[in-house]
Protein backbone atom coordinates (compact mmCIF):
# COMPACT_ATOMS: atom_id res chain seq x y z
CA UNK A 1 0.00 0.00 0.00
CA UNK A 2 2.69 2.49 0.66
CA UNK A 3 6.15 2.43 -0.04
CA UNK A 4 7.54 4.25 3.01
CA UNK A 5 10.81 3.38 4.29
CA UNK A 6 8.99 4.64 8.27
CA UNK A 7 12.52 4.00 10.60
CA UNK A 8 14.35 6.41 7.69
CA UNK A 9 11.87 9.45 7.35
CA UNK A 10 13.47 12.54 8.15
CA UNK A 11 11.88 16.06 9.31
CA UNK A 12 10.26 17.46 6.11
CA UNK A 13 7.48 17.54 3.88
CA UNK A 14 6.12 14.72 1.80
CA UNK A 15 2.78 14.38 -0.21
CA UNK A 16 -0.28 13.08 1.60
CA UNK A 17 -3.78 12.34 0.00
CA UNK A 18 -5.70 15.20 1.46
CA UNK A 19 -5.76 18.39 3.37
CA UNK A 20 -9.06 20.21 4.58
CA UNK A 21 -9.63 23.80 4.14
CA UNK A 22 -12.07 26.57 5.62
CA UNK A 23 -13.01 30.11 4.12
CA UNK A 24 -13.61 32.86 6.61
CA UNK A 25 -15.88 35.09 4.38
CA UNK A 26 -18.29 38.23 4.71
CA UNK A 27 -17.43 37.87 8.33
CA UNK A 28 -17.95 34.22 9.12
CA UNK A 29 -16.49 30.76 8.54
CA UNK A 30 -17.98 28.07 6.08
CA UNK A 31 -18.33 24.53 6.08
CA UNK A 32 -15.10 22.43 6.11
CA UNK A 33 -13.94 21.51 2.71
CA UNK A 34 -11.66 18.33 1.68
CA UNK A 35 -8.97 18.92 -0.96
CA UNK A 36 -6.18 17.05 -3.00
CA UNK A 37 -4.09 19.73 -4.17
CA UNK A 38 -0.95 20.33 -2.74
CA UNK A 39 -1.32 24.70 -3.88
CA UNK A 40 -3.68 28.25 -3.15
CA UNK A 41 -4.83 30.05 -5.88
CA UNK A 42 -3.90 33.24 -4.15
CA UNK A 43 -4.64 36.92 -4.95
CA UNK A 44 -1.64 38.58 -5.73
CA UNK A 45 -2.55 41.67 -2.88
CA UNK A 46 -3.41 38.89 -0.03
CA UNK A 47 -2.20 40.54 2.84
CA UNK A 48 -0.40 37.02 4.19
CA UNK A 49 2.13 38.18 1.56
CA UNK A 50 2.53 41.63 1.87
CA UNK A 51 1.43 42.52 5.80
CA UNK A 52 2.43 38.95 7.18
CA UNK A 53 -0.85 38.22 8.24
CA UNK A 54 0.29 34.47 8.40
CA UNK A 55 -0.08 32.01 11.96
CA UNK A 56 0.45 28.42 12.13
CA UNK A 57 0.89 25.52 14.63
CA UNK A 58 2.52 22.44 14.95
CA UNK A 59 1.43 18.98 16.78
CA UNK A 60 1.47 15.21 15.91
CA UNK A 61 -0.18 12.36 16.16
CA UNK A 62 0.97 8.68 17.36
CA UNK A 63 0.13 5.13 16.24
CA UNK A 64 -0.20 3.51 19.19
CA UNK A 65 0.40 -0.14 20.56
CA UNK A 66 -3.02 -1.08 20.80
CA UNK A 67 -3.13 -0.03 16.79
CA UNK A 68 -5.01 3.19 17.86
CA UNK A 69 -4.26 7.25 17.04
CA UNK A 70 -3.54 9.63 19.60
CA UNK A 71 -3.20 13.16 19.49
CA UNK A 72 -1.63 15.04 22.13
CA UNK A 73 -2.84 18.34 23.52
CA UNK A 74 -4.87 19.98 20.06
CA UNK A 75 -6.83 21.69 22.67
CA UNK A 76 -3.95 23.91 23.41
CA UNK A 77 -2.66 24.41 19.80
CA UNK A 78 -6.33 25.77 18.77
CA UNK A 79 -6.20 28.76 22.51
CA UNK A 80 -2.46 29.38 20.69
CA UNK A 81 -3.79 30.09 17.22
CA UNK A 82 -6.68 31.94 18.86
CA UNK A 83 -4.18 33.77 20.91
CA UNK A 84 -2.26 34.53 17.77
CA UNK A 85 -4.74 35.94 15.77
CA UNK A 86 -6.21 38.25 18.30
CA UNK A 87 -2.22 39.33 18.41
CA UNK A 88 -2.31 40.17 14.62
CA UNK A 89 -6.17 40.89 13.89
CA UNK A 90 -7.27 37.75 12.38
CA UNK A 91 -10.53 36.22 12.99
CA UNK A 92 -10.43 33.44 15.94
CA UNK A 93 -10.77 30.13 14.97
CA UNK A 94 -13.14 28.54 16.97
CA UNK A 95 -11.63 25.16 19.33
CA UNK A 96 -14.34 22.71 18.35
CA UNK A 97 -13.70 23.87 14.31
CA UNK A 98 -9.91 23.47 15.13
CA UNK A 99 -10.52 20.19 16.59
CA UNK A 100 -12.80 18.67 13.76
CA UNK A 101 -10.10 19.74 10.69
CA UNK A 102 -7.22 18.26 12.61
CA UNK A 103 -9.00 14.76 13.20
CA UNK A 104 -10.48 15.10 9.81
CA UNK A 105 -7.31 15.72 8.32
CA UNK A 106 -5.57 12.80 10.08
CA UNK A 107 -8.22 10.52 9.22
CA UNK A 108 -8.06 11.47 5.68
CA UNK A 109 -4.60 10.24 5.68
CA UNK A 110 -4.86 7.49 8.16
CA UNK A 111 -2.23 5.18 5.83
CA UNK A 112 0.55 7.75 6.52
CA UNK A 113 0.57 7.82 10.08
CA UNK A 114 3.96 5.58 11.06
CA UNK A 115 3.31 2.14 12.84
CA UNK A 116 4.45 2.18 16.40
CA UNK A 117 7.54 0.59 16.17
CA UNK A 118 9.16 3.01 13.86
CA UNK A 119 8.97 6.15 16.73
CA UNK A 120 7.85 8.49 13.74
CA UNK A 121 4.88 10.06 14.11
CA UNK A 122 2.08 12.04 11.83
CA UNK A 123 3.58 15.79 12.08
CA UNK A 124 -0.06 18.10 11.62
CA UNK A 125 0.69 21.85 10.50
CA UNK A 126 -2.83 24.15 10.58
CA UNK A 127 -2.39 27.22 8.67
CA UNK A 128 -4.29 30.56 8.66
CA UNK A 129 -3.51 33.43 6.07
CA UNK A 130 -4.75 36.86 5.10
CA UNK A 131 -6.51 36.09 1.63
CA UNK A 132 -8.25 39.17 0.93
CA UNK A 133 -6.50 42.31 -0.81
CA UNK A 134 -5.33 44.84 0.81
CA UNK A 135 -3.03 47.57 -0.63
CA UNK A 136 -3.08 49.86 2.51
CA UNK A 137 -1.62 48.77 5.70
CA UNK A 138 -4.95 46.92 7.21
CA UNK A 139 -5.81 43.32 7.94
CA UNK A 140 -7.73 41.10 4.99
CA UNK A 141 -11.43 40.59 4.52
CA UNK A 142 -10.92 37.25 3.71
CA UNK A 143 -8.95 34.35 5.60
CA UNK A 144 -8.27 30.40 4.75
CA UNK A 145 -7.27 27.95 7.57
CA UNK A 146 -6.00 25.03 6.43
CA UNK A 147 -4.68 21.74 7.46
CA UNK A 148 -1.61 19.33 5.91
CA UNK A 149 -0.17 16.18 7.16
CA UNK A 150 3.34 14.87 6.79
CA UNK A 151 4.80 11.52 8.36
CA UNK A 152 7.78 13.05 10.22
CA UNK A 153 11.06 10.38 11.45
CA UNK A 154 11.96 10.34 15.30
CA UNK A 155 14.10 13.18 16.00
CA UNK A 156 16.82 11.66 17.49
CA UNK A 157 18.37 9.54 14.38
CA UNK A 158 21.48 8.46 16.90
CA UNK A 159 18.84 8.04 19.96
CA UNK A 160 18.28 10.99 22.64
CA UNK A 161 21.54 12.83 22.30
CA UNK A 162 23.33 16.69 23.58
CA UNK A 163 24.24 18.75 21.30
CA UNK A 164 26.21 22.20 21.12
CA UNK A 165 24.40 25.80 21.10
CA UNK A 166 25.60 29.32 20.61
CA UNK A 167 24.67 32.70 22.16
CA UNK A 168 23.63 34.99 18.88
CA UNK A 169 23.69 39.57 20.08
CA UNK A 170 23.91 40.01 16.53
CA UNK A 171 20.42 39.57 15.83
CA UNK A 172 17.40 38.62 17.60
CA UNK A 173 13.95 36.95 17.39
CA UNK A 174 11.64 39.10 18.80
CA UNK A 175 11.07 42.27 20.50
CA UNK A 176 9.81 42.83 23.94
CA UNK A 177 6.55 43.98 23.01
CA UNK A 178 6.94 42.45 19.75
CA UNK A 179 5.48 39.35 18.04
CA UNK A 180 7.64 37.13 19.99
CA UNK A 181 4.40 35.09 21.58
CA UNK A 182 2.66 35.09 18.40
CA UNK A 183 3.08 31.56 16.19
CA UNK A 184 3.40 34.01 13.06
CA UNK A 185 5.94 33.15 10.37
CA UNK A 186 7.41 36.80 10.71
CA UNK A 187 9.62 35.64 13.78
CA UNK A 188 10.99 32.95 11.64
CA UNK A 189 11.95 35.13 9.05
CA UNK A 190 14.02 37.47 11.66
CA UNK A 191 15.51 34.00 13.01
CA UNK A 192 16.39 32.89 9.56
CA UNK A 193 20.11 34.56 9.07
CA UNK A 194 21.25 33.58 12.53
CA UNK A 195 19.94 29.85 12.48
CA UNK A 196 22.10 29.73 8.92
CA UNK A 197 25.05 31.00 11.02
CA UNK A 198 24.69 29.11 14.00
CA UNK A 199 24.34 25.88 11.50
CA UNK A 200 27.36 26.94 9.53
CA UNK A 201 29.03 26.92 12.50
CA UNK A 202 28.56 23.51 14.12
CA UNK A 203 25.96 24.45 15.88
CA UNK A 204 22.30 22.60 16.70
CA UNK A 205 20.68 26.34 16.81
CA UNK A 206 21.40 29.74 18.15
CA UNK A 207 20.34 31.10 21.63
CA UNK A 208 18.91 34.15 21.87
CA UNK A 209 19.21 36.70 24.88
CA UNK A 210 16.78 39.38 25.81
CA UNK A 211 16.43 41.98 22.79
CA UNK A 212 16.40 44.94 25.07
CA UNK A 213 19.47 43.94 27.68
CA UNK A 214 21.11 41.17 26.20
CA UNK A 215 20.84 40.15 29.80
CA UNK A 216 18.31 37.09 30.02
CA UNK A 217 18.14 33.93 28.62
CA UNK A 218 14.58 34.07 25.80
CA UNK A 219 15.06 30.80 23.75
CA UNK A 220 16.72 28.50 21.69
CA UNK A 221 16.44 28.70 18.48
CA UNK A 222 12.68 27.93 17.77
CA UNK A 223 12.24 26.18 20.63
CA UNK A 224 11.85 26.82 24.17
CA UNK A 225 14.80 26.86 27.37
CA UNK A 226 14.66 24.89 30.23
CA UNK A 227 17.54 24.54 32.95
CA UNK A 228 17.27 21.87 35.76
CA UNK A 229 19.38 22.01 39.15
CA UNK A 230 18.41 21.53 43.12
CA UNK A 231 15.88 19.58 41.87
CA UNK A 232 13.76 22.72 40.43
CA UNK A 233 12.53 22.85 36.71
CA UNK A 234 13.48 26.27 35.98
CA UNK A 235 12.09 28.14 32.49
CA UNK A 236 12.38 31.83 31.50
CA UNK A 237 9.38 34.24 32.12
CA UNK A 238 9.69 36.54 28.45
CA UNK A 239 7.59 38.54 27.17
CA UNK A 240 8.99 37.41 23.87
CA UNK A 241 9.17 33.81 24.11
CA UNK A 242 6.51 31.75 22.40
CA UNK A 243 4.57 29.51 25.34
CA UNK A 244 5.71 26.11 24.04
CA UNK A 245 3.22 23.54 24.46
CA UNK A 246 6.31 21.11 25.19
CA UNK A 247 7.01 23.18 27.68
CA UNK A 248 4.20 23.28 29.66
CA UNK A 249 3.63 19.81 29.47
CA UNK A 250 7.16 19.51 30.80
CA UNK A 251 6.30 21.99 33.84
CA UNK A 252 3.56 19.38 34.90
CA UNK A 253 5.23 16.36 34.35
CA UNK A 254 8.59 17.98 36.51
CA UNK A 255 6.07 18.87 39.21
CA UNK A 256 4.72 15.31 39.44
CA UNK A 257 7.96 14.13 39.58
CA UNK A 258 8.55 16.40 42.54
CA UNK A 259 10.57 18.84 41.33
CA UNK A 260 10.04 22.75 42.04
CA UNK A 261 9.11 24.26 39.21
CA UNK A 262 10.01 28.22 38.38
CA UNK A 263 9.46 30.44 35.89
CA UNK A 264 11.43 33.93 36.13
CA UNK A 265 13.88 35.75 34.06
CA UNK A 266 17.22 33.73 33.96
CA UNK A 267 20.24 35.86 33.58
CA UNK A 268 22.81 34.34 31.18
CA UNK A 269 25.42 33.88 33.65
CA UNK A 270 23.20 31.33 35.47
CA UNK A 271 23.84 29.62 32.34
CA UNK A 272 27.13 27.89 34.27
CA UNK A 273 25.03 26.86 37.50
CA UNK A 274 22.92 24.39 36.06
CA UNK A 275 23.63 20.56 36.26
CA UNK A 276 21.44 19.92 32.96
CA UNK A 277 19.58 21.71 30.42
CA UNK A 278 17.62 21.63 26.99
CA UNK A 279 15.53 23.08 23.92
CA UNK A 280 11.64 21.74 23.98
CA UNK A 281 9.07 21.70 21.75
CA UNK A 282 6.93 19.26 19.44
CA UNK A 283 9.61 18.32 17.45
CA UNK A 284 11.93 16.47 19.41
CA UNK A 285 10.13 17.12 23.19
CA UNK A 286 13.52 17.50 24.78
CA UNK A 287 17.01 18.07 22.66
CA UNK A 288 19.48 17.92 26.00
CA UNK A 289 22.03 20.39 25.71
CA UNK A 290 25.33 19.48 25.68
CA UNK A 291 26.96 22.97 26.08
CA UNK A 292 26.19 27.01 25.25
CA UNK A 293 29.02 28.47 23.99
CA UNK A 294 29.22 32.59 23.88
CA UNK A 295 32.50 33.42 21.30
CA UNK A 296 31.94 37.15 22.15
CA UNK A 297 33.41 36.78 25.69
CA UNK A 298 35.42 33.62 24.61
CA UNK A 299 33.44 31.97 26.88
CA UNK A 300 31.29 28.47 27.12
CA UNK A 301 28.76 27.34 29.84
CA UNK A 302 29.27 23.09 29.84
CA UNK A 303 25.60 21.58 30.51
CA UNK A 304 26.37 18.15 30.04
CA UNK A 305 29.15 17.37 32.14
CA UNK A 306 29.94 13.23 30.81
CA UNK A 307 28.43 14.69 27.28
CA UNK A 308 25.32 12.52 27.41
CA UNK A 309 21.73 13.91 28.54
CA UNK A 310 21.39 14.47 31.98
CA UNK A 311 18.81 11.91 34.21
CA UNK A 312 16.16 14.29 34.91
CA UNK A 313 15.89 15.18 31.21
CA UNK A 314 16.08 11.65 30.36
CA UNK A 315 13.37 11.02 32.52
CA UNK A 316 10.99 13.55 31.28
CA UNK A 317 11.51 12.88 27.71
CA UNK A 318 10.50 9.48 28.61
CA UNK A 319 7.53 9.95 30.30
CA UNK A 320 6.06 12.71 27.69
CA UNK A 321 6.65 10.13 24.67
CA UNK A 322 5.13 7.25 27.02
CA UNK A 323 1.80 9.19 26.84
CA UNK A 324 1.98 10.68 23.62
CA UNK A 325 1.93 6.36 22.53
CA UNK A 326 -0.23 5.94 25.07
CA UNK A 327 1.93 3.65 26.61
CA UNK A 328 1.84 5.33 29.85
CA UNK A 329 -1.64 6.62 31.59
CA UNK A 330 -2.66 9.94 30.63
CA UNK A 331 -3.45 11.18 34.25
CA UNK A 332 -3.66 14.99 32.52
CA UNK A 333 -6.38 14.59 29.99
CA UNK A 334 -3.88 15.73 27.23
CA UNK A 335 -4.66 12.85 24.87
CA UNK A 336 -7.38 12.26 22.37
CA UNK A 337 -7.84 8.53 20.71
CA UNK A 338 -9.25 9.00 17.15
CA UNK A 339 -12.07 6.80 16.85
C1 LIG B 1 6.42 26.34 18.04
C2 LIG B 1 7.49 27.00 18.81
C3 LIG B 1 7.98 26.46 20.02
C4 LIG B 1 7.56 25.13 20.56
O1 LIG B 1 6.21 25.04 20.91
P1 LIG B 1 5.53 23.63 21.10
O2 LIG B 1 4.10 23.96 21.35
O3 LIG B 1 6.17 22.99 22.27
O4 LIG B 1 5.77 22.87 19.86
C5 LIG B 1 8.94 27.18 20.71
N1 LIG B 1 9.42 28.35 20.25
C6 LIG B 1 8.99 28.88 19.08
C7 LIG B 1 9.57 30.16 18.61
C8 LIG B 1 8.02 28.23 18.34
O5 LIG B 1 7.60 28.77 17.19
Redesign the pocket.
Known amino acids: MNDIDWSNLSFGYRKTDYNVRCYYRNGAWGEIEVCSEETIPLHMAATCLHYGQEAFE?LKAFRCKDGKIRIFRMDENAA?LQSTCRGILMPELPTEKFCEMVKKAIKLNERFVPPYESGASLYIRPLLIGTGPQVGVKPADEYLFLIFVTPVGPYFKGGFAATPYVITRKYD?SAPLGTGIY?VGG?YAASLLASKEAHEAGYSAEFYLDAKEKKYID?CG???FFGIKNNTYVTPLSTS??P????KSLMQLAEDMGLKVERRAIPEEELATFEEAGA????AVISPILRIDDPENNHSYVLAKDGKPGPISTKLYTKLRAIQYGDEPDTHGWVTVLD
Open positions: GRRKNEAANILSITNCGTA
